[in-house]
């Protein structure tokens, strides 16, 4: 723990803060999950003229890399092993990222299935979500479009259909043995310009934000990106009364969905 702030203080005097959030943290060690980080990679690209390197890049970093303290070698092996660590849900398999085609059906809405990024001719997958974990209980998990654009993903007003949606949000109890769920029945419901303010009211009567971004985009369609959005997956633990889901995981988001008309 006294090396922290020694670290932290030697990254701020050499300026790396890829994501310029400051260094506040370096007095508060135990903000700081030492049992988990990730890589972050930073490029610039050279100028030309100057021969400097001063257009940056938007940072990448890794996957989540886990390591048990007092110990110098990375933690091979599944999240269960850590008996210390927080649980967290990873995607397994991405939505398909290419462009979605969308026909007329169903009372003449625009529709097309969502479907796995491995899907061939032959094969169809799905999206799929798990939750590394010890935990074994009950698990909601809430589904919705969110725009492209981040960190802070608004809610978009393309709705989600399918068996466990309403309002175009999906909820779904995760299989509490394997902890994991493949989305094998979504499809896309694409509204148009002039219904983009009562699918964002749906999503607002549900309280479906999920990075508490507010609805002040709904009366501004044209600052939504209809082209292109995102699966945003709100996962949830069941606390100490049956029913009752009070410990909210991070939000994760999918890779960009992007679609056209046929």
């Known amino acids: 723990m006294e090396q922290v702030g020694e670290s932290l203080l030697e990254r701020y005097n050499k300026s790396v803060d890829p994501f310029a959030t400051g260094f506040l943290h370096a007095n508060n060690p135990g903000l700081i999950d030492l049992n988990a980080c990730r890589l972050c990679f930073q490029m610039f690209l050279q100028d030309e003229t100057t021969r400097r390197f001063t257009e940056p890049l938007k940072p990448v970093v890794s996957e989540v890399i886990y390591v048990k303290q007092g110990m110098p070698e990375l933690v091979d092996g599944p999240l269960s092993d850590l008996s210390d660590s927080e649980p967290f849900v990873e995607i397994t398999e991405q939505p398909h990222p290419r462009t979605l085609r969308l026909r007329y059906e169903d009372e003449g809405r625009l529709i097309a299935p969502i479907l796995g990024v491995n899907t061939t001719a032959n094969n169809k997958t799905f999206p799929t979500i798990r939750l590394k974990t010890r935990y074994r209980g009950r698990v909601k998990v809430i589904v919705s479009c969110v725009t492209a654009d981040g960190p802070a993903h608004k809610p978009h007003p393309y709705s989600l259909l399918g068996e466990d949606c309403k309002h175009?949000?999906?909820?779904?109890?995760?299989?509490?043995?394997?902890?994991?769920?493949?989305?094998?029945?979504?499809?896309?419901?694409?509204?148009?310009?002039?219904?983009?303010?009562?699918?964002?009211?749906?999503?607002?009567?549900?309280?479906?934000?999920?990075?508490?971004?507010?609805?002040?985009?709904?009366?501004?369609?044209?600052?939504?990106?209809?082209?292109?959005?995102?699966l945003c997956f709100e996962v949830y633990l069941e606390g100490k009364k049956r029913g009752h889901y009070k410990k909210p995981l991070s939000n994760v988001v999918s890779d960009v969905i992007s679609y056209k008309n046929r």
């Open 168 to 230: 175009g949000v999906c909820m779904i109890e995760m299989n509490s043995e394997t902890m994991s769920y493949s989305f094998n029945n979504l499809r896309l419901h694409c509204v148009k310009v002039d219904e983009v303010a009562e699918a964002l009211r749906h999503r607002e009567e549900l309280l479906v934000d999920p990075f508490r971004t507010g609805f002040g985009h709904t009366n501004q369609p044209g600052s939504i990106g209809m082209d292109a959005f995102r």
